[in-house]
């Protein structure tokens, strides 16, 4: 009696514990996070469809979804910004309840103070902060493969079948998210065939119940498309040919090893190879932990028969990775604790993850700040405190809101008249084209022009370098913004006058 009190009470203390990380993780991801929609190139073509009640189905559905009905049932405003701000909040709590299965599932291997460690360390890491504040699926992905492992986990340990249909739930979701989620379907398919060796015919029957949970699942989540099958075969094709844009898939067409090492930090991986180290070492039957590392490895080599170069792909991999590490730490500790019995090992470990979190938190502290302050708004404010009433401000197309935008156009009207490039300020031809236009002024995204000037060997835009070389040479640099960590939100704006 008294050791299930006892049990309970450790359970309610790891679940009140996991809340408190879950909340005061929200608050910090939902911090700032109203900066306008079209910052992002992706998120207009998003809000569009929410609005709309259109569907390109170039993703599936959950994020779209999911924010759809949120609005709706919380009765926003339907505009562009509005409707952003309720799918960044989605992002925000699907990154914050992804990081309480990260600290439950740490926990069972290195003990309560473990796996909030480990939910902190994840939880605070810049890539998942930052992605977190964006109306992108990476943080409803991320939600799913971390559950799964959880409910897999503790089907592994307690065979029931109620787990088993959670983890079928929860790979749904990861492939509700993006495409590549079905890596975790596949993953989970491997681990209960595993670990229902013994008995071949509820291999089949255990089988049958995960795919039917997650096809449910999928099927709830991303009806429409189920009831448009041809154009949703369509647009998903369209995106997987988007992908393949530079020619055919090979290994290493991106290579993310050297982003795994900045993004996780050497000290990272040196606790991802204690955790290995010690898991041979250990030679108990761990198929989580071995499913863990060939999900990773997956998903690894999958990226890199893609072009695609983004940080935020790298999310479930950065978090397991974190989560292993911490494991890893603890099991050397109770290593080195049966041969000096002394030793303090929570102070030690917490002192470590201490450590780790100092390698990068500075940049999470920095994406922070750089969400809090918005400069094209300073911009906005100094054209309209400096230059004259009869300025003609000519600029590329991101810097000020679509003509149909909802929600923002206040924060960026002028009393000066704008011209608008159709992408980029090259488009404009030249120096003698703009003042027969009348423009007295030409602002410029740094973001592009900056690597045109520095001679870069990739640049990102089809944009003709000799018009920025002009610009920078005929025109008056008069206000300069510099490019910062987020891109997205500080690109590098140029304010140049016309001689």
């Not at 929609?37 to 609005?51: C, E, G, L, M, W």
């Not at 990081?99 to 909030?116: C, E, K, N, T, W």
């Not at 709830?220 to 898939?249: C, D, K, V």
């Not at 978090?319 to 090992?345: C, D, H, K, N, Y």
């Amino acid at each position: 009696m008294t050791n299930d009190h006892s049990r309970r009470a450790r359970a309610g203390a790891a679940w009140l514990l996991c809340g408190g990380l879950c909340v005061a993780l929200l608050w910090f991801y939902t911090a700032h996070n109203s900066y306008p929609f079209f910052y992002h190139t992706d998120v207009p073509a998003k809000v569009r469809q929410v609005i709309d009640g259109t569907r390109n189905f170039h993703h599936p559905l959950l994020l779209i979804t999911a924010t759809d009905l949120i609005s709706r049932l919380i009765g926003s405003d339907r505009t562009d910004q509005h409707v952003v701000v309720v799918g960044r909040w989605f992002s925000a709590s699907c990154a914050a309840l992804a990081m309480i299965a990260v600290a439950l599932l740490v926990m069972r291997r290195a003990g309560l103070p473990g796996g909030i460690a480990a939910g902190v360390l994840a939880g605070v890491h810049p890539v998942i902060f930052q992605s977190a504040h964006e109306m992108k699926e990476d943080c409803a992905v991320l939600l799913g493969i971390v559950w799964a492992f959880y409910a897999l986990d503790v089907f592994c340990v307690r065979e029931q079948r109620s787990a088993l249909v959670a983890a079928g739930v929860a790979c749904g979701v990861a492939v509700s998210a993006k495409y590549i989620g079905v890596l975790i379907l596949i993953t989970a398919a491997v681990v209960v065939a595993i670990q229902s060796q013994r008995a071949r015919d509820n291999v089949i029957t255990r089988l049958f119940v995960l795919f039917a949970a997650a096809a449910v699942t999928f099927a709830l989540i991303n009806f429409q498309a189920l009831l448009h099958p041809a154009s949703a075969f369509t647009a998903a094709a369209s995106e997987f040919e988007h992908m393949r844009y530079i020619g055919t898939a090979h290994l290493f067409q991106t290579n993310y090893l050297p982003k795994v090492v900045r993004r996780a930090g050497v000290p990272m991986l040196i606790a991802l190879g204690v955790f290995v180290w010690r898991l041979i070492m250990r030679g108990r039957r761990a198929v989580i932990e071995w499913a863990i590392l060939g999900f990773g490895a997956a998903w690894m080599c999958a990226l890199s028969f893609t072009p695609l170069s983004k940080d935020r792909y790298l999310i479930p991999i950065l978090t397991l990775f974190i989560a292993l590490g911490v494991v890893g730490l603890r099991w050397l500790l109770e290593w080195s604790g049966a041969r000096m019995p002394r030793l303090p090992q929570l102070s030690i470990l917490l002192v470590c993850c201490a450590g780790l979190a100092a390698v990068y938190l500075p940049k999470t502290f920095a994406a922070e700040g750089e969400f809090s302050i918005d400069s094209r708004k300073r911009m906005i404010a100094w054209i309209r405190q400096t230059l004259p009433a009869d300025a003609i401000v000519a600029h590329e197309w991101r810097i000020w809101p679509p003509a149909d935008a909802t929600g923002v156009n206040g924060d960026f009207s002028i009393p000066q008249k704008r011209i608008e490039a159709p992408r980029f300020a090259s488009d404009f031809k030249s120096i003698e084209n703009l003042r027969a236009l009348g423009a007295t002024h030409v602002v410029v995204l740094g973001k592009f022009y900056r690597d045109l000037l520095e001679g870069a060997e990739v640049v990102p835009v089809r944009a003709d370098p000799e018009f920025y070389w002009a610009l920078n040479e005929r025109a008056k640099l008069v206000w300069q913004a510099e490019r910062g960590q987020n891109l997205y939100i500080h690109p590098g704006l140029a304010v140049y006058q016309l001689q």
